[in-house]
Structures are given as C-alpha cells and as structure tokens.
C-alpha cells in the first residue's frame, strides 16, 4: 500500500511561485507514473501535470502549461510541482496520484482521476489577487 503525503502549500499572492512536494512512502515511487490534480471548491478533479517513471515524459494541462513544471526524484520517493506566476484561479486543492499503468508516453488515460491506484490527502494552494 502506497501512501502519498503532498506538502508545500500555502496562501501567496498572484505572480508569486510554490513548489509542492509528495512523498511516497509504503512503495517505490519509481514503479509509478505520478500526477497531479487538483480541485477547486464546487468543482471536480481537474488534472495539472504527470510524469513518466524515469521523468522522461511529462504531460500538461494548457491551462498551466509554461508555467508549471512537474519533476521527480526517484532516489527521495519524491515527486515535484513547480508553480510559477501563480494566478487566483489556481486556488485548489492539489493531490498527487500515482498510477502503476504502462504506456503513457502517446496515451489519453492520464487525465483521468480514475486511472491512478493511489491519492495523496492533498495540500491547499490559495492565491490571491
């Protein structure tokens, strides 16, 4: 049983950076494809970004593309979020999730919340303007 604990969160201003973190513990998280969603009050689970086993392949949503970037440290169990010029429609929750899915390279089953084994209790983001 994989456990995923995401930290790095907090309440910044519009233009400013956060990098999240999520660690895995429990599991290899080389052996995982990780993302991360996130979801704003009254809405669902949008996907952000995701990451092949060895970082090779990564993947964006347009609405954050450019300015975040998903990294991952297999040796630290760790998976990365960097968030640049923050905008107040990026307050959300976030939640990293990992996938033991093959193939992600060329795929469409990232996006969805449903294709990953395991979820993280997830960390808040509030950006204000």
């Known amino acids: 049983q994989v456990q995923l604990v995401e930290s790095g969160g907090g309440l910044v201003q519009a233009g400013d950076s956060l990098r999240l973190s999520c660690t895995a513990s429990?599991?290899?998280?080389?052996?995982?494809?990780m993302g991360w969603f996130r979801q704003a009050p009254g809405k669902e689970h949008e996907f952000v970004a995701v990451?092949?086993?060895?970082?090779?392949?990564?993947y964006y949503a347009d609405s954050v593309k450019g300015r975040f970037t998903i990294s991952r440290d297999n040796v630290k169990d760790t998976v990365y979020l960097q968030m640049n010029s923050l905008k107040p429609e990026d307050t959300a929750v976030y939640y990293c999730?990992?996938?033991?899915?093959?193939?992600?390279?060329?795929?469409?089953?990232?996006?969805?919340?449903?294709?990953?084994?395991?979820r993280g209790q997830g960390t808040q983001v509030t950006v204000s303007s």
């Open positions: 429990g599991g290899t998280v080389s052996n995982y494809v």
């Open positions: 990451i092949g086993r060895i970082g090779a392949t990564t």
């Open positions: 999730a990992a996938s033991s899915r093959r193939g992600l390279y060329g795929s469409t089953w990232y996006p969805f919340m449903g294709s990953y084994d395991y």
